[in-house]
């Protein structure tokens, strides 16, 4: 007898779990700094349409695969395509996602928690600029430390699993993300109240044209609509796992609508507690990368209260965090107890040991292998694993959801219609067919080949050439994956 699969005990509960997988760092670290280099708000006008035209329809994709077929991504495709057809081989973009997205996201996970405890100890208090730089120049460095750090991420997200979705995911989820809009809405109106913060919320909150003519209008449109794609997490099967876990009470598209607008609130909360700070403290708020371990605790340092501050802002951010960790980790076991029928304590036990072996030369890439500089000098091995799973996994895997949602050698859609809007709630539009068929995997592909460009032109035309092969063979690749067959086209869909 066929086991029955574990059910989210509320709608409330599947709307903060999937929307903890969404939340993550690239919100609170990424979208700031991306605001400060493009515009303020004119970057934020085109991410919201973007999000639009393309977040929403690839979720919506996700949750109805998902809710469909009952499984994780390991047996979907199994379930849903017709026979004969190639697209269960699609299903290792999101098994491979997953555990690379892992090898590395618990490692800067650890960070986070690391700098929440340095906060909570004072350890930045009365620290030069430079003083506090070395801190996080000396933490990379600090191999037992790192491993610690991250071993304890993985020990906690693979224990909240371990109770199931009710009484491990949902539960602590909700407690989790409760906290986090709380910490968030304080943290936003602090920094709103400081002195010389009222610039800051002017260049967040009114659109700068001319800045965004003079950094190159393409290239602001280009990094919306990146930041908008990679915010959902959305590619690599761990909105659909969640798909799988609900009834059919509600339409998946109000369901998608719903997580993306959350998503996108975090992300704004984020600008307001960085960016009239930065503004407030003479802090430039386009500082890159380094802005979470260097500017912000410079900020926090300067900040009356700031240690308290900065504790409770790096509390958030561990929050934002390990949402996505224990999301992915319960993607990572559902893989092996669809794909093997193993027990969740079974699978729990293994993945966590294997996860936690596969962090490790994300660890050593700063200190003992810091030699290795696979993508050119200053890029560790974060870095690669990051190229991987962002510029290749994640858009590949949705191109590969919308595709097998729209072809009519895969599940169609006509059963992706039916699946989508059953239950009450907003209906996804039918016209949009075409755009779905056609543009939406035109835009996922742009994104793919610009990944690449960006990446390798600075290394010279040989090099972008061979790896522009690279991520054409791939995309050959979905393709052959994809191509209809006169026995899939005489059975459309099961």
Known sequence: MEKKREKFSSRIGFILVSAGCAIGIGNVWKFPYLCGQYGGAAFILIYFV?????????????????????????????????????WHRLKWISIIGCYMLMMYYTTVCGWMVNYCAKHIRGEFNGLSSDEIGGRFTDMLSDTPGMLFWTILVCAIGFLICFFGIQNGVERVTKYMMAILLVLMVVLAVHSCFLEGADAGIRFYLVPNFAEMRRMGIGNVVFAAMSQAFFTLSIGIGAMLIFGSYIEKERSLAGEAVTITALD????????????????????????????????????????????????????FLTFAALSTVVAVFENIIAFDMDGFGW???????????????????????????????????????LDLEDFIVS????????????????????????????????GRGLRFPKNLRWYCSYILPLIIIVIYLK????????????????????????????LFCTRSKKSAENNPGK
């Open 343 to 381: 027990s969740r304590k079974k699978s729990t036990a293994i993945s966590a040991v294997l996860v936690t072996i596969l962090s490790i030369p994300c660890v050593l890439g700063y200190n003992v292998w810091s030699g290795f500089q696979p993508l050119g000098a200053g890029k560790a091995v």
């Open 264 to 315: 996108t609130f975090v992300a704004l909360m984020a600008g307001f507690i960085i960016i009239p700070a930065c503004f407030a403290y003479g802090i430039e708020p386009n500082a890159g990368p380094k802005l979470i371990f260097i500017t912000i605790p410079n900020l926090f340092s300067s900040m009356p209260g700031g240690r308290i501050w900065g504790a409770l802002f790096f509390v």
């Open 50 to 86: 973007f999000l639009l035209i393309m977040g929403i329809p690839v979720m919506t994709a996700e949750f109805a695969i998902g809710r469909a077929s009952g499984e994780s991504a390991a047996r979907a495709f199994e379930k849903l395509a017709p026979e004969g057809t190639r």
């Open 451 to 478: 990944g690449y460009w960006d990446m390798f032109s600075p290394m010279g035309l040989v090099k972008t050439l061979l790896w522009f092969c690279f991520a054409i063979a791939l995309l050959l690749f979905i």
């Open 391 to 422: 510029n290749n996994l994640l858009p590949l895997g949705s191109l590969a959801f919308v595709l097998f949602c729209t072809r009519k050698n895969g599940w169609g859609w006509d059963a992706f219609i039916r699946e989508a809007d059953t």
